[in-house]
């Protein structure tokens, strides 16, 4: 259960945060690491769950893993499925010969604003994923994820 757990939280992690690959329009402003670099920083449920004896990973972190992870997923499925729902609110205001456009601008507000919440929450969990392990820990997850590369 634990696995399919994490399994179903790294897909979704991991996904997104792939999606997010593309630069902001017009460049990036400020210093420090544009979004689609973050994922660097960060180290998926996945690799910590097949690497956990290598890296040493301790019965407490273990679960405060596994109790992030588990608040993560309600969180995501949550939000999926209102989603969903806004998707096919979408669908319906764009058929027919004339859009309504102040009704489907307001519908990818509400679109943009859950996306935005899963963004938030996965990277809540990735940050609360790296804040569990030691810096030995990260070190060494660094070091295994560069080798698989």
Same mark, same amino acid.
């Given at each position: 259960?634990?696995? %399919?757990?994490?399994?179903?939280? !790294? =897909? *979704? =992690?991991?996904?997104? *945060?792939?999606?997010?690959?593309?630069?902001? /329009?017009?460049?990036?402003?400020? $210093?420090? $690491?544009?979004?689609?670099? +973050?994922?660097? %920083?960060? !180290?998926?449920?996945? *690799?910590? /769950?097949?690497?956990?004896? #290598? &890296?040493?990973?301790?019965?407490? @972190?273990?679960?405060?893993?596994?109790?992030? &992870?588990?608040?993560?997923?309600?969180? !995501?499925?949550?939000?999926? +499925?209102?989603?969903?729902?806004?998707? #096919?609110? /979408?669908?319906?205001?764009?058929?027919?010969? @004339? =859009?309504?456009?102040?009704? =489907?601008?307001?519908?990818?507000?509400?679109?943009?604003?859950?996306?935005? #919440?899963?963004?938030?929450? @996965?990277?809540?969990? /990735?940050?609360?994923?790296?804040?569990? *392990?030691? $810096?030995?820990?990260?070190?060494?997850?660094?070091?295994?994820?560069?080798?698989?590369?």
């Amino acid at each position: 259960m634990k696995r %399919s757990i994490v399994a179903l939280a !790294f =897909v *979704l =992690v991991t996904a997104n *945060l792939a999606a997010q690959g593309a630069p902001p /329009m017009g460049g990036r402003p400020g $210093p420090g $690491p544009a979004p689609e670099d +973050w994922g660097r %920083s960060f !180290f998926p449920p996945e *690799l910590v /769950m097949q690497h956990q004896s #290598e &890296i040493g990973l301790q019965d407490s @972190q273990r679960a405060s893993l596994t109790s992030a &992870i588990q608040a993560a997923q309600g969180k !995501f499925m949550d939000t999926q +499925w209102k989603l969903s729902a806004e998707g #096919e609110k /979408m669908g319906r205001l764009l058929q027919g010969p @004339q =859009v309504d456009e102040a009704a =489907v601008l307001d519908e990818v507000d509400r679109i943009l604003n859950l996306e935005r #919440e899963i963004k938030k929450a @996965q990277i809540s969990l /990735m940050v609360r994923i790296k804040n569990t *392990l030691t $810096p030995a820990q990260q070190a060494k997850l660094a070091e295994i994820r560069n080798r698989n590369e």
